[in-house]
């Protein structure tokens, strides 16, 4: 006997596939026009291995910053039930929303020689911009908030009166971030970190308006597809494409891992 | 041997007036009430989640709270042992990491703890379920896991929240009778909120009806039987009906 | 709704369209980001001359307006920032005729507020950071050029020492000068129309006569065209003396006086 559920509107169906095929079909092009006869030379160059090397290592240490000091303030935030709370959060996530533009020229007005940090940096000697300090601060703020939204979405979720027994046994605030609310939110923080990973990973607009353009230094995989954008287009789409396969595994592994979040109480 | 209750208890927002000494060893007390008449808020308030606007907090000779000194000790410091609703066991944890768990907050030598630990699986049979974790238990299990971890710490007095509320229909019965055998050893002061009359059956001691977010003095139930000066329609329709499943 | 009704309304909805004047004339026209104040002031008058002809001037870097066409786009004029494009247009086939219309000159620029002793070329790599275009843009091509010649003619390993002071290769010769004007870079090789205006704030250093470089910017007329007649008379205004005018007001310097196509 076949199913009991009435089949869904072929309407429904169509607007769906729309939708579907907008997204899917680009990445499809990258696919199958990606992988020419010269892809393997493209992909094993200096300059890509390079690029890709700084992609990775920025990214992951962005990750870290991001993770080390995000996660105590997705907890706090998730915590207090304060009404100014709420602002801050706000205050928070905008970096997510911020053009690519808007974020490079608010990090070049703070970080920048002639930026609200300028002078203290210069007493410091300390020149971010053009370093690959700048890309590792691009990717926190770009990426950061994705973090922490997870992070705090999860700290949310967290049975309150787990956390009401723990105080009566006499747990303090930091005992029992360490000891439970971590250890439950395990699965969903490190999902939140991938999708974190792979926005870092991602990171052009602001990146070339802060750190600048230097093979070795500063030059990150979206700069060198874009800079062989300019001169070699099948070039460019190969390293696209190996870029485009990065994202989506870091995308895969965080959706499987956040559904394993359903946890069983 | 004696509860010394005088509440006074007006749950109004930001008036919350309570005098409560609560002195008694073994004894057990029963809140009873209907839904929405303020069971719950009581208990946050002796655990210290709600200020109290006048009155004061004694257990066991120790103040936990004074509205006319100010004193308010936070949750923490509180001692007192809790067992929620759903039991709040936490589920990455293992039965002997559970006692672990509240033994740290306590103790600060490992070879104490350690000891307090073994002690405490022994005495309630927990020995074999020492690594399964919650979801690998039964209700009746997990109840034992409650208590125990609960009691541990030496905590003042012990709050139970509906304890038999999570338990489905089969097993009740039986984690009735293995809740009732735990608590005849147990010297502490307990406080029981439950809504369920058979809870009274097994325990017809001392009750005290909450109506309203009134909570009248604890008396045995035959008092409570022969009052017939209730507050309101509601909380005497619900004594009746309780009583009458209590017989 | 009766079916008389629907098809009077259709009836009416046609009528009506079909009395509305042909729409006016369009001009696309691809340009290069260093003629972004030139361009735009020279269509503004060659609309108000020619009523009501609309001009449309996109700007980007040249690199990436001959990628939109390799990709399909047919603007009817094409201003690229260096001749390479004629041929690699040319190649194509859509090239009907090319004139240079103008010059711009690289230099090398300095924060005035900076103060390192840079007043020739010579002092570069007291800088350290300069600022290049990369090499798949025009600019980056031409100051490649000059410090080449530079390292022939001034030996030391300048070149060398030049590179290690560079600090990024932007992919925007506007990138390049907003880098000097913030501070951010000692230095940068940007065209003397982007100095101009900014003379305020930038120390301008023409290199001599043996190293200077000088970009010239071909005006393609492209085919096929939809407006062939009209972009003809486009390409007669900027090589004629009032449209020269909008050049020479942005910093540009007019052809060399053999005008037209030259072979990189």
Redesign the interface.
């Known amino acids: 006997m076949k199913a009991l559920h009435p089949a869904q509107s072929p309407t429904l169906y169509g607007m769906s596939l729309v939708l579907v095929l907008v997204l899917v079909l680009p990445m499809i092009a990258l696919i199958t026009q990606g992988l020419g006869g010269d892809a393997l030379r493209a992909l094993s160059s200096p300059a890509t291995l390079q690029a890709l090397w700084l992609s990775l290592s920025t990214s992951a240490l962005a990750l870290l910053v991001v993770v080390v000091f995000g996660t105590p303030l997705s907890y706090l935030l998730s915590r207090s039930k304060a009404r100014w709370v709420e602002n801050l959060q706000t205050l928070v996530q905008l970096p997510v929303v911020l053009p690519p533009a808007v974020a490079g020229v608010a990090l070049l007005s703070t970080f920048g020689q002639k930026g609200l940090l300028g002078p203290l940096l210069h007493a410091m000697e300390l020149r971010i911009v053009f370093s690959t300090a700048a890309i590792v601060l691009t990717s926190v703020f770009v990426a950061g908030p994705l973090y922490v939204q997870g992070a705090l979405n999860a700290f949310s979720s967290i049975d309150e009166e787990l956390l009401l027994v723990a105080r009566s046994m006499g747990a303090k605030s930091l005992r029992i971030f360490w000891q439970i609310a971590l250890p439950l939110c395990r699965p969903a923080l490190i999902s939140a970190s991938l999708l974190c990973a792979a926005r870092a990973l991602g990171e052009f607009g602001a990146t070339l308006m802060f750190a600048g353009n230097l093979p070795g230094r500063t030059q990150t995989m979206p700069l060198l597809i874009y800079t062989a954008m300019e001169s070699d287009f099948a070039r460019a789409r190969t390293l696209s494409l190996l870029l485009l396969l990065l994202s989506a595994l870091l995308l895969a592994l965080s959706f499987s891992l956040s559904r394993k979040w359903r946890v069983q109480p | 041997m004696t509860y010394t209750f005088d509440f006074a208890f007006v749950a109004q927002v930001g008036n919350l007036a309570l005098d409560v000494d609560i002195q008694a060893q073994g004894q057990m007390l029963l809140l009873i009430g209907p839904n929405g008449s303020g069971k719950s808020s009581l208990l946050r308030t002796l655990l210290g989640l709600v200020p109290i606007t006048s009155g004061h907090i004694n257990v066991q000779g120790r103040c936990l709270a004074d509205a006319a000194t100010g004193l308010g000790l936070v949750t923490e410091q509180r001692r007192l042992g809790y067992v929620p609703q759903s039991y709040g066991l936490f589920p990455h944890l293992t039965v002997e990491q559970q006692l672990n768990f509240a033994v740290q907050c306590r103790s600060a030598e490992r070879s104490v703890q350690r000891a307090s630990v073994r002690n405490a699986l022994e005495q309630w049979d927990l020995i074999s379920l020492s690594r399964r974790y919650p979801r690998e238990l039964s209700g009746g299990q997990r109840q034992r896991v409650a208590l125990a971890r609960a009691l541990i710490g030496e905590p003042l007095a012990l709050l139970l929240d509906e304890p038999l509320a999570a338990q489905d229909v089969q097993s009740k019965e039986q984690v009735r009778e293995a809740l009732h055998d735990h608590l005849l050893h147990i010297t502490l002061p307990v406080i029981m909120v439950t809504h369920d009359p058979k809870d009274a059956k097994q325990w017809p001691e001392w009750v005290a009806v909450m109506d309203n977010g009134q909570l009248r003095s604890p008396r045995p139930v035959a008092d409570v039987l022969a009052d017939s000066s209730a507050r309101s329609a509601r909380s005497w329709g619900f004594l009746q009906e309780f009583v009458a499943q209590t017989r | 709704m009766p079916r008389r009704s629907l098809l009077f309304c259709v009836l009416c909805i046609v009528g009506l369209t079909s009395c509305e004047p042909a729409p006016p004339a369009r001009l696309l026209v691809f340009a290069a980001s260093s003629l972004s104040e030139s361009m735009t002031s020279l269509g503004k008058t060659f609309e108000q001359q020619h009523a009501p002809v609309k001009v449309d001037v996109q700007f980007a870097?040249s690199?990436?307006l001959l990628?939109q066409v390799?990709q399909g786009a047919r603007p009817d004029l094409f201003a690229a920032a260096d001749l390479s494009f004629v041929s690699r247009l040319g190649k194509l086939g859509l090239v009907k005729e090319s004139h240079v219309f103008a010059q711009n000159q690289l230099v090398l620029v300095v924060a005035k507020t900076s103060t390192l002793e840079l007043h020739a070329i010579e002092d570069l790599p007291l800088a350290r950071?300069i600022?290049v275009g990369?090499k798949?843009?025009p600019v980056g091509r031409y100051t490649a050029q000059l410090l080449e010649a530079a390292d022939r003619q001034l030996g030391h390993d300048f070149l060398k020492r030049v590179q290690s002071q560079?600090?990024?290769?932007?992919?925007n010769v506007k990138?390049v000068l907003g880098?000097v004007l913030?501070?951010?870079?000692d230095a940068g090789f940007v065209y003397l129309s982007d100095a101009h205006g900014h003379e305020d704030q930038l120390r301008v250093i023409e290199p001599n006569a043996a190293l200077r470089v000088v970009a010239q910017y071909p005006l393609l007329l492209m085919q096929p065209s939809a407006q062939p007649k009209l972009a003809r008379s486009f390409m007669e205004f900027v090589l004629s003396p009032p449209g020269q005018q909008h050049f020479a007001a942005a910093g540009l310097t007019p052809p060399a006086v053999a005008a037209p196509t030259q072979q990189p």
């Not at chain 3, 913030?182 to 870079?185: K, N, Q, R, V």
């Open positions: 870097g690199q990436q990628a390799e950071r600022v990369a798949e843009v560079i600090v990024s290769y932007e992919l990138q880098k913030l501070g951010e870079a």
